[in-house]
């Protein structure tokens, strides 16, 4: 009896991927909600937006650990770049906000 016809090896392994899509959707809400009050933070004493120091060692932590999970550094990376262009983007409205509430 063979374990298993290709369409359920499909089925099944389509569910685990649903389950990890729901993880990560779970995991950027919670990385977006620290963000968004680190943004506020920094607008209401006046801190820049960006650190590009502290992207740069969270850039190279990160290419290490994909490395040992076996996931390609540079998918890594460009994963980090483009989340983090987000979240400047939310930093730079807060100041903006911050700075309109203050006129
Ligand atoms: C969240 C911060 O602001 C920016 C966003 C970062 C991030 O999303 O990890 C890291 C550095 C900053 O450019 C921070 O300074 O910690």
Do not use: Y
């Not at 009896?1 to 685990?16: D, G, K, W, Y």
């Not at 994963?79 to 939310?90: K, L, M, Q, T």
């Amino acid at each position: 009896m063979s374990e298993s016809t290709p369409q359920q090896r499909l089925e099944r392994l389509r569910s685990s991927i649903d389950n990890i899509d729901a993880a990560l959707v779970h995991m950027l809400a919670e990385r977006f909600r620290c963000t968004q009050e680190v943004g506020i933070l920094k607008a209401e004493n006046e801190m820049p937006a960006s650190d590009p120091s502290r992207e740069a060692r969270q850039i190279a932590r990160l290419r290490s650990l994909a490395e040992d999970a076996h996931l390609d550094p540079e998918f890594a990376e460009k994963w980090f770049n483009f989340v983090v262009a987000e979240v400047i983007r939310h930093h730079t409205e807060a100041a903006a906000t911050v700075v309109d509430g203050e006129e």
